[in-house]
């Protein structure tokens, strides 16, 4: 026929089209979900309110919308009232260190001058003397001592304690050569040394330590605790004379005796320097020993800070915990541990 041709063509390519040429599928209406309301509020709730009165002689109260506002006029001010943050503090220097400043700069030149003077002294005074005489030196000094322990001892009404200190400077003067040996000390007599004073003797009758002072030679103190130091080292000079109130003596004295402090304290004073705050925990370290050493005075106990304990993971390789295995790993587990067992 005229006007008509025709065009071969293959299979898929006729399916294609007529797959193209097909209607598509409506997808079906899903239905929509109901979402509830929710009101919240920061504001405190009110868990039993008390039902209001109906208004008397049958009057209508407000409208609900003028409720409704005074309501949210409350839920504001209580939203802004919980929304507050209230901190309380103290500003100044504590009550126990008034002049903190002037102590902080002196501690900070004490530091300075020990690291440059005092500390290589001392562990010169460590290395090069043998400990033998190190020991005997400080033996002399703690037996130089020995008095104003044993008068305050007594002055506290401890005479067992005060004569067991005299015994120890009777035999380490005499059979101790002057104190350099501490024979009264050995396991034989068994006097040990006891150290006291006239702060102790002012603490242990009710006196406060006061305000908290760093001296540059002294170091960290109170003013209680200084009065008492310049009474027990003007003893021996005012009960004997001579050759204790000789400049001589006195710097001596004081050489060794700050020397071996020095030696004594040195593992503290390392981890004082490496704290957050050398200086505060100096004073509080201080102000904590003072204070145990009147209360044992006194038979008063104060319970040392509780270390704290860090949880430790537990080991690689250490077994998991027998509830936490399921069924078959509890199984395998229970036959590995029997015998025989891989």
Known sequence: MPGLSLFAAPPQLLNAALLAMAPLPVPAPVPALSVAPISWSLAAQDTDPQPSA????????????????????????????????????????????????????????????????????????RDGL??????????????????????????????GKALGTLGRLA?????????????????GIGLPYRRNGFANTLGYYGVG?????????????????????????????????????????????FAINGLDSRLRDDPEL????????????????????????????KGEVIPEPAAEVEDTPPAPDETPPFSSLTL?????????DAPGGR
């Open 54 to 125: 109906p208004p008397a002689g049958g009057e209508e109260g407000p409208p609900e919308g003028d409720n409704q506002g005074d309501a949210d006029a409350g839920d504001a001010d209580a939203d802004e009232q919980g929304n507050e943050i209230i901190i309380e503090g103290s500003y100044g220097p504590p009550a126990i260190d008034p002049v903190e400043k002037l102590n902080a700069e002196s501690y900070r030149i004490s530091q300075a001058v020990d690291q440059a003077l005092v500390e290589p002294l001392a562990y010169a005074y």
């Open 130 to 159: 043998p400990e033998p005489i190190r020991d005997g030196l400080g033996n002399v000094v703690r037996n130089l001592g020995e008095p104003s322990n044993a008068l305050n001892f007594l002055l506290q009404g401890k005479v």
């Open 171 to 187: 035999i380490n003067s005499t059979i101790g050569i002057g104190g350099l040996i501490d024979v009264a000390g050995k396991p």
């Open 209 to 253: 330590p006061g305000p908290y002072l760093y001296l540059p030679i002294t170091g960290p103190t109170t003013v209680r605790d200084q009065i008492g130091i310049t009474l027990d080292q003007a003893l021996l000079p005012f009960l004997f004379g001579k050759p204790f109130n000789k400049p001589a003596y006195a710097v001596s004295y």
């Open 270 to 297: 390392a981890d004082i320097r490496d704290s957050d705050d050398p200086y505060a925990m100096r004073r509080e370290t201080y102000l904590a020993r003072r204070a145990r050493e009147i209360a044992e005075l």
């Open 328 to 336: 078959p790993e509890r199984v395998q587990l229970t036959a590995s």
